[in-house]
C-alpha cells in the first residue's frame, strides 16, 4: 500500500497575530509565538488554540518559542533595548517570569535554542564589530558570554528574526549560529569556544541566512534567499558534512525559504519552509522537489514523530502530516 502524501491541515487560532514562533512537543502538544505578545497553546493536536497570555506584554513580538512539555516553555521576544525579552513558564502558561529583560539599547535579540530545559543560548544582532551571545546554564539566569571568546563580526553583522531557527543545537554542547553575512558560528563546548565559517548563500539588504539545522554533529542545511523577493531561489541553501567547516551550494528550493527542519528518525530528509511554499529533500539537500500547500514563516516537527506545525501571517497554523 502506497503511503500518503504530506498534506496540510489548517487549523483554527482565532487570533490576527503573525506567527513567528513555534515549537512542536509531541504529536499532541505544541506552542506558538508572535505579534501583539501573542502566545498560543495547544494539548489535543492542534484541534483547539488556546491564548496563554504574558503579562504587559501587549507590545511585544515574540518571535521565537522553546518548549518542553504542555507546562514548560520559553519565549523570545525582539526590538531594540527593553523590548529584547526572554520570558520563562513552568505552569503551561497561567504565569511566566521575565528571566531576561535587555536594558542595552544596542542588543536586538534574533532567536534562542535549547540544548535541555535548563541549558539554553540566545543571539542578539552584533554591537560594535563585537557578536552578542547569552546562555543559561540553570534555566533560570542568563549571562553575556565574554566578547573575547568570539571571533569579530562583521560591520552590522546580525540575524533575520524571521522564525526563530537561526540557532540550532545538537547533543549535549554543539551550537551553529547563522548571520546576514550568511556566515555560521560554531561552538563545540556549549559556547566557551567558537569558530566561523562562510558558506556561499547569497547575502545582501534582504538577503542571506534565515534557518539553520543539524541532524547530526556532522550534517546540516542552511536556508535563505531574499524576502523581498519570496519567488526567487538563488543560491539560497548549502549543506555541510564536516559539523559546519565547510559548506556547499545545495540547488532546487523553488523559492526564499524561512525555516529549514531535519526530519525526525528519517536517514537524510529535511523540509524548508517560506512564506510562499515549501519543499523536501530526501538526500541531504542533494535535490529538491515542491511540496504543495501553503506558506509559512516558521515550522517544527514533534521529536519523536513526523508530524509538525507551520505558523505565519494573520495568525495561520497548519499541521503537517504524512511526512517520510
Known amino acids: 500500500m502506497l503511503a500518503a502524501a504530506p498534506a496540510w491541515t489548517p487549523q483554527l487560532t482565532g487570533v490576527n497575530a503573525r506567527l513567528r514562533g513555534v515549537s512542536a512537543v509531541s504529536d499532541r502538544i505544541a506552542w506558538a509565538s508572535g505579534t501583539a505578545g501573542t502566545v498560543l497553546r495547544t494539548t489535543d493536536g492542534g484541534d483547539n488554540w488556546k491564548q496563554m497570555p504574558v503579562p504587559d506584554a501587549a507590545k511585544l513580538d515574540f518571535r521565537d518559542i522553546d518548549a518542553f512539555s504542555d507546562k514548560v516553555a520559553y519565549t523570545l521576544s525582539i526590538g531594540n533595548g527593553e523590548l529584547s525579552r526572554i520570558y520563562k513558564t513552568t505552569d503551561g502558561g497561567s504565569s511566566w517570569t521575565a528571566q531576561f529583560t535587555n536594558t542595552d539599547p544596542k542588543v ?13 543560548i540566545a543571539y542578539s544582532d552584533s554591537i560594535d564589530g563585537q557578536f552578542v551571545i547569552f546562555r543559561t546554564t540553570d534555566g533560570r539566569m542568563w549571562q553575556r558570554i565574554a566578547a ?10 546580525g540575524a533575520y528574526a524571521a522564525s526563530g531557527t537561526n540557532v540550532a543545537v545538537y547533543g549535549k554542547n554543539d551550537v551553529w549560529i547563522a548571520t546576514t553575512a550568511s556566515r555560521v558560528l560554531h561552538s563545540a563546548d556549549g559556547g566557551n569556544t567558537w569558530s566561523i565559517a562562510q558558506t556561499p548563500i547569497a547575502t545582501s539588504a534582504a538577503a542571506g541566512i534565515f534557518s539553520i539545522s543539524f541532524r547530526d554533529a556532522l ?12 519567488l526567487e531561489a538563488s543560491d539560497n541553501a548549502a549543506v555541510t558534512s564536516d559539523g559546519g567547516k565547510t559548506w556547499t551550494p545545495s ?38 522537489s515542491p511540496l504543495g500547500g501553503a506558506g509559512f514563516d516558521t515550522f517544527s516537527f514533534a521529536p519523536r514523530g513526523k508530524i509538525g506545525w507551520g505558523a505565519g501571517a494573520r495568525g495561520s497554523i497548519g499541521r503537517l502530516d504524512g511526512v517520510q
Open 108 to 120: 536586538f535579540l534574533d532567536a534562542m535554542a535549547f540544548w535541555s530545559e535548563d541549558r539554553g
Open 148 to 157: 573575547d571568546a568570539l571571533p569579530p563580526a562583521l560591520p552590522g553583522e
Open 219 to 230: 550534517h546540516g542545511i542552511a536556508v535563505g534567499g531574499d524576502y523581498q523577493k519570496e
Open 251 to 288: 540547488k532546487g528550493l523553488t523559492g526564499y525559504r524561512s525555516v529549514v527542519a531535519y526530519i525526525p528518525r528519517s536517514k537524510s530528509s529535511w523540509l524548508a519552509v517560506g512564506p510562499r511554499g515549501a519543499d523536501l529533500t530526501h538526500d541531504d539537500g542533494k535535490t529538491w
